[in-house]
């Protein structure tokens, strides 16, 4: 296979900023950044690049599904930069390392389709084959916690400057915010040099619990954005001496964190929202998008909510959604449409929580969304008031192994993601959930251990 082409600005970018290696990184199944570091030169002189492909579904406890959802004879795939996801890296010490995102190709040239930007880039191709974009913005809530280096204790805010941890219930206060304002400051500087658009920064309900919400923008950039963020929430906290997490629900009894997606359609040949109509009122292809989010998303559960703690976000009456009906500016609501304008027509997927892969949680509710317009789905009549309680709305999964067997019961899945991807994922999945279930928990010894 030939050498790619590397852009100019590639070489003036490594040697303006004295770059002595590049992080070459793939989201694997879960999000998490894996991949290779190679000398500058090598990367400006366009290198290839392999890893195994198993490497795409590598699961949380380190141990991969059977070689069958991956290759027999455990083959390569190939790590192809995206040149303009080239970025320093804010926390490198001595300012020399940069980072650039790859898409994962097997080595016949196509994408690999079990890998997480392959699926979503492959749903946008879709789109973009129709004359579409969606335009999507997350909002992300995460926790800023106290160092823990025993697992087997809870996790805890830090002190705060009074000396005391805060107990909650600070939504948009100052103070709690400023607790941390050098990890904010340095996490802003981050944000800058990783080509991040961050619009707005609030302390949420839970202790030490806080949310930025991105720009909109096209998908594929947003989850690249929405990847290189929770990075870097990461690094920048370890520098403060801080341990930031995206786990869905990493306190119990305090509030879970979730990854809420706004979306829309726009004409490519226009820009026009095609969520509305020339008169402002909403359009038919507005009412199928909602319609196949309900149809489809009960199946795809595991790709919003993928771990076993996932599930325990899903709290009646604590903003978190156990249902998938509709509403104009609701709350109580898995699919939420904002009070707007028609230029500014969406839906807010509630599911998602913070933990979840970006761009295989987008992917979901893209792929969802068009289902249902191209079936000309109808969604049920808005929810009016509360439903948290409402004995007619269909639940959701409760925990990862129904969530699981309703996904490999289902041909949606394979419909929408790519039959190879569905089996690859749910085996990646079993395998975290076997490990979790041959865990004996605290629970367990404190109620069980005192019985005859």
Same mark, same amino acid.
């Given at each position: 296979?030939?050498?790619?082409?590397?852009?100019?600005?590639?070489?003036?970018?490594?040697?303006?900023?004295?770059?002595? %290696?590049? $992080?070459?990184? /793939?989201?694997?199944? &879960?999000?998490? #950044?894996?991949?290779?570091?190679? *000398?500058? @030169? !090598?990367?400006?002189?366009?290198?290839?690049?392999?890893?195994?492909?198993?490497?795409?579904?590598?699961?949380?406890?380190?141990?991969?599904?059977?070689?069958?959802?991956?290759?027999?004879?455990?083959?390569?795939?190939r790590l192809v930069p995206?040149?303009?996801?080239?970025?320093?890296?804010p926390w490198a010490a001595?300012?020399?390392?940069?980072?650039?995102?790859?898409?994962?190709?097997?080595?016949?040239?196509?994408?690999?389709?079990?890998?997480?930007?392959?699926?979503?880039?492959?749903?946008?191709?879709?789109?973009?084959?129709?004359?579409?974009?969606?335009?999507?913005?997350? %909002?992300? $809530?995460?926790? /800023?916690?106290?160092? &823990?280096?025993? #697992?087997?204790?809870?996790?805890? *805010?830090? @002190? !705060?400057?009074?000396?005391?941890?805060?107990?909650?219930?600070?939504?948009?206060?100052?103070?709690?915010?400023?607790?941390?304002?050098?990890?904010?400051?340095?996490?802003?500087g981050a944000l800058d040099?990783?080509?991040?658009?961050?619009?707005?920064?609030?302390?949420?309900?839970?202790?030490?619990?806080?949310?930025?919400?991105?720009?909109?923008?096209?998908?594929?950039?947003?989850?690249?954005?929405?990847?290189?963020?929770?990075?870097?929430?990461?690094?920048?906290?370890?520098?403060?001496?801080?341990?930031?997490?995206?786990?869905?629900?990493?306190?119990?009894?305090?509030?879970?964190?979730?990854?809420?997606?706004?979306?829309?359609?726009?004409?490519?040949?226009?820009?026009?929202?095609?969520?509305?109509? !020339?008169?402002?009122?909403?359009?038919?292809?507005?009412?199928?998008?909602?319609?196949?989010?309900?149809?489809?998303?009960?199946?795809?559960?595991?790709?919003?909510?993928?771990?076993?703690?996932?599930?325990?976000?899903?709290?009646?009456?604590?903003?978190?959604?156990?249902?998938?009906?509709?509403?104009?500016?609701?709350?109580?609501?898995?699919?939420?449409?904002?009070?707007?304008?028609?230029?500014?027509?969406?839906?807010?997927?509630?599911?998602?929580?913070?933990?979840?892969?970006?761009?295989?949680?987008?992917?979901?509710?893209?792929?969802?969304?068009?289902?249902?317009?191209?079936?000309?789905?109808?969604?049920?009549?808005?929810?009016?008031?509360?439903?948290?309680?409402?004995?007619?709305?269909?639940?959701?999964?409760?925990?990862?192994?129904?969530?699981?067997?309703?996904?490999?019961?289902?041909?949606?899945?394979?419909?929408?993601?790519?039959?190879?991807?569905?089996?690859?994922?749910?085996?990646?999945?079993?395998?975290?959930?076997?490990?979790?279930?041959?865990?004996?928990?605290?629970?367990?010894?404190?109620?069980?251990?005192?019985?005859?």
């Amino acid at each position: 296979m030939s050498k790619p082409t590397v852009p100019s600005h590639v070489a003036a970018f490594l040697e303006k900023h004295r770059i002595r %290696e590049v $992080e070459c990184l /793939v989201p694997d199944l &879960n999000g998490y #950044p894996r991949g290779k570091v190679l *000398p500058a @030169a !090598a990367f400006a002189a366009g290198q290839e690049l392999r890893v195994a492909r198993a490497v795409a579904i590598h699961t949380v406890v380190g141990d991969f599904p059977d070689y069958r959802v991956y290759g027999e004879r455990d083959p390569d795939m190939r790590l192809v930069p995206d040149y303009e996801r080239l970025h320093l890296v804010p926390w490198a010490a001595g300012g020399r390392r940069a980072l650039a995102i790859h898409d994962c190709h097997d080595l016949d040239g196509t994408l690999t389709p079990i890998a997480s930007r392959s699926v979503l880039k492959t749903v946008l191709k879709r789109y973009a084959d129709l004359g579409w974009q969606p335009v999507v913005a997350p %909002e992300l $809530e995460f926790y /800023v916690l106290a160092p &823990n280096p025993d #697992p087997s204790q809870p996790l805890t *805010p830090p @002190a !705060a400057r009074c000396g005391r941890t805060e107990i909650g219930h600070s939504a948009f206060s100052f103070g709690a915010l400023n607790e941390f304002a050098d990890f904010f400051d340095d996490l802003h500087g981050a944000l800058d040099k990783l080509g991040i658009h961050g619009d707005t920064f609030v302390h949420e309900l839970g202790p030490s619990q806080f949310e930025i919400n991105l720009k909109h923008d096209d998908a594929l950039e947003l989850a690249d954005q929405t990847f290189l963020f929770k990075y870097a929430l990461r690094e920048t906290g370890l520098k403060h001496g801080l341990y930031v997490v995206c786990m869905a629900k990493p306190i119990a009894g305090a509030p879970g964190s979730s990854m809420h997606i706004h979306q829309s359609l726009v004409d490519l040949k226009n820009g026009r929202n095609l969520f509305s109509q !020339a008169d402002g009122e909403d359009s038919p292809l507005f009412r199928h998008y909602i319609a196949g989010l309900q149809t489809c998303l009960p199946s795809l559960m595991p790709l919003m909510a993928p771990y076993v703690n996932s599930y325990r976000r899903f709290t009646k009456n604590m903003a978190a959604p156990v249902n998938l009906s509709w509403g104009l500016d609701n709350r109580s609501v898995g699919l939420r449409v904002p009070l707007s304008g028609p230029e500014a027509r969406r839906i807010e997927n509630r599911l998602p929580g913070c933990d979840a892969n970006p761009y295989l949680a987008l992917a979901a509710s893209l792929a969802a969304g068009l289902y249902g317009i191209e079936n000309e789905l109808e969604p049920t009549a808005p929810a009016e008031g509360n439903v948290f309680y409402r004995d007619d709305r269909p639940e959701l999964p409760r925990s990862l192994d129904s969530a699981l067997e309703r996904m490999a019961s289902s041909d949606i899945p394979g419909k929408l993601l790519g039959d190879e991807f569905a089996a690859a994922f749910i085996a990646a999945k079993e395998v975290e959930l076997e490990s979790y279930l041959l865990e004996v928990t605290p629970w367990e010894r404190r109620y069980l251990a005192t019985q005859a």
